[in-house]
């Protein structure tokens, strides 16, 4: 199981937001790129990148820091969310050197949108779900919506996606653990595979989620708990690796 570290990009530099809000920001680096570079040191093996701004905005704003992250680490694969709302921006974030691009209030708001880009940019789509009590939350976690998120991965999952990203939005940031019955509820329910996010604070954590790998988890996003301190990455990777037979 791949754990995977978080860098999110508010004004060019990387911080951590507190359950989705701009405004409870902690600045960890103001240098992404040697962050970028930190990790894939510790073992990383692949990266998980946030346009805060463009999230809010809807389009690109910190595309720049993101290719400067692509061109310093071309063998470190990258999956990028954030303001990604037409087919124009998949390009070049993809020509900048991503490898995967996440979609996910436009993928609720307009599902055909998914299917198109599958179509167009195939084994480059990965949605990212966030979800309270089982329903799908958009617009930087600000709206709840009426969707069900098993039904919304598995409609995605026959567009062909490549994964699904599932955040347990009243966890993220929290430092209050994951949300493991509700990662496997969703990864029973569709045979793509899905990445764990939201709440992972320790090395119990990615035993709980090592436990159930098998049921479809590839993979886990940790972002305060590597920059706080509670979870030591090298470590928690290498126990994955131990726990689930990957090297």
């Known amino acids: 199981m791949l754990l995977i570290p978080a860098i999110d990009l508010k004004d060019g530099k990387c911080v951590r937001l507190r359950q989705g809000r ?29 346009d805060l701004n463009g999230a809010f905005e809807g389009r690109p704003v910190n595309a720049e820091v993101v290719r400067a992250i692509a061109e310093a680490h071309p063998d470190l694969p990258i999956q990028l969310g954030g ?19 996440i979609i996910g209030t436009k993928a609720v708001s307009a599902p055909h949108f998914i299917n ?4 167009e940019f195939p084994g480059h789509i990965i949605v990212g779900l966030d979800a309270k009590d089982g329903k799908v939350a958009i617009d930087g976690w600000s709206k709840l919506s009426r969707h069900d998120v098993i039904d919304m991965a598995k409609r995605f ?20 653990g994951v949300n493991v019955a509700a990662t496997v509820k969703l990864a029973q329910a569709i045979h793509i595979p899905v990445i764990a996010s939201g ?39 290498k126990l994955a690796d131990e726990l689930t037979g990957n090297d």
Not at 83 to 101: C, H, K, N, P
Not at 116 to 119: G, T
Request: aromatic share 6%; proline share 1%; hydrophobic share 45%.
């Open 22 to 50: 701009m405004e409870e920001a902690t600045v960890f680096s103001d240098d992404p790129v040697a962050m970028a570079g930190q990790w894939k040191a510790a073992g990383a093996r692949r990266l998980h990148i946030v």
């Open 116 to 119: 198109d880009l599958c179509l």
């Open 157 to 176: 999952e026959d567009d062909g996606v490549e994964a699904i990203i599932y955040t347990d939005i009243g966890r993220d940031g929290m430092m209050s």
């Open 83 to 101: 303001g990604i709302r037409d087919e124009d921006t998949v390009q070049a974030y993809l020509d900048a050197g991503v490898q995967y691009v």
């Open 199 to 237: 709440g992972i604070t320790n090395l119990d954590d990615i035993r709980a989620l090592c436990a159930v790998a098998d049921e479809g988890i590839m993979g886990a996003i940790t972002g305060r708990a590597i920059y706080e301190g509670t979870l030591d990455f090298a470590e928690g990777q």
